[in-house]
């Protein structure tokens, strides 16, 4: 196996990984009531994160390919949305799922309440003050929380909590807007997340509770980012904000391109090449076999994959694993069903090896 010097890149991802995880296993909200995420009206129905008319969709959401939104393609949206006037592109609509820009100049006259959404939010340009939480009556919004956001900032709003933007900077704000649907009265719900001390807790820097946002500003998430940097760090995620049956999480990547057996692994454009064919490599397969081959020649098991890898909890169904171990070999086995490089090790998971002769 040979590390090429070139093409190394830095990635770092902040991505709702219970919607990542739903999309990637074809399991989606939508798929898990018996209907394609990419049919219907494009506005999720009346209940799902996706309601709300008015708003300009680009793209729908399926169970079969991922969507890649490229910092290019995010820079003509805010040239087209400054032409429109508008203050909110939805770029993908996966009916309970969605993912919006908001592009705002003005502070926002009254506060938005989502039942039964939440809301993630990164802060791509611009600065402001949001207010959360605070009672809500009579048109007005008594007490309540308010930070000031900058670019780079995190901030998570549960469902049902009041939230605007009450202060907006002279250039504006905007912000890529992750939002799901969400059962926050279920017995494993945000509701009731985690403790510390309870296995798969660790390194946990927020617990989610339904009755306020978490505020994550850019500085913390640089520390985040250095104490993934750091040699004492093994991990590939930091789980940010830990709420049962979601998280968010941010994904800290260096990765140089890997060559063997004629074939090139480029993590930084996720694809495996093969003479003049190119395979495209979704976040999580990218994710998976950067771990094995990193770990050349030693088995790899399937909770070290969920927990450290994926940063998904212990508990969640390894056959998800499976099921990408049999994709990655039809992109990296001459004979998938006879794998000379990804292989099992009966009773604990899987190893790669680059030269098993």
């Not at 799922?97 to 100049?105: E, G, L, Q, T, Y």
């Not at 900058?150 to 807007?177: K, R």
């Not at 760090?233 to 979601?246: A, D, N, P, V």
């Amino acid at each position: 196996m040979r590390t090429s010097k070139s093409g190394v890149a830095r990635h770092t991802v902040v991505c709702a990984v219970a919607v990542a995880l739903a999309v990637a296993m074809g399991v989606s909200g939508a798929a898990q009531r018996g209907e394609a995420a990419g049919q219907g009206s494009g506005r999720g129905g009346a209940r799902g994160a996706g309601a709300g008319g008015g708003t300009h969709i680009l793209e729908k959401a399926t169970t079969e390919r991922a969507v890649p939104l490229p910092k290019s393609k995010l820079d003509q949206y805010f040239k087209d949305m400054d032409a429109a006037h508008e203050e909110t592109l939805r770029m993908v609509e996966g009916g309970q799922f969605n993912v919006n820009i908001r592009r705002i100049k003005k502070p926002e006259a009254a506060p938005l309440i989502h039942p039964k959404t939440i809301d993630v939010w990164y802060v791509m340009e611009g600065s402001g003050a949001v207010t959360t939480g605070g009672t809500f009556a009579n048109g007005k919004v008594t007490g309540g929380v308010t930070d000031h956001l900058d670019a780079g900032d995190v901030l998570f709003v549960p469902a049902n909590l009041p939230h605007w933007m009450s202060e907006v900077g002279s250039s504006g704000i905007t912000w890529l807007n992750v939002r799901w649907d969400v059962d926050w009265k279920g017995p494993m719900g945000a509701g009731n997340p985690p403790v510390p001390g309870v296995p798969g807790s660790a390194g946990v820097g927020e617990f989610a509770t339904p009755d306020k946002a978490v505020y994550i500003p850019k500085a913390l998430l640089d520390s985040y980012i250095a104490e993934q940097n750091s040699t004492k760090s093994t991990s590939l995620t930091k789980r940010m904000i830990e709420g049962g049956h979601f998280n968010v999480n941010i994904r800290n990547i260096t990765e140089p391109s890997v060559e063997f057996h004629e074939r090139t692994i480029d993590f930084e454009q996720l694809e495996v090449q093969m003479g003049d064919k190119t395979m495209a490599l979704t976040l999580m397969e990218a994710s998976l076999l950067r771990y094995l081959v990193e770990h050349e020649g030693r088995p790899v098991s399937r909770k070290t994959i969920l927990e450290k890898v994926w940063g998904v909890r212990e508990d969640t169904d390894t056959r998800a694993i499976d099921n990408f171990i049999v994709r990655l070999r039809r992109y990296l086995e001459d004979e998938p069903s006879s794998p000379r490089h990804l292989q099992t090790v009966r009773g604990v998971g899987y190893r790669f090896v680059a030269d098993p002769d």
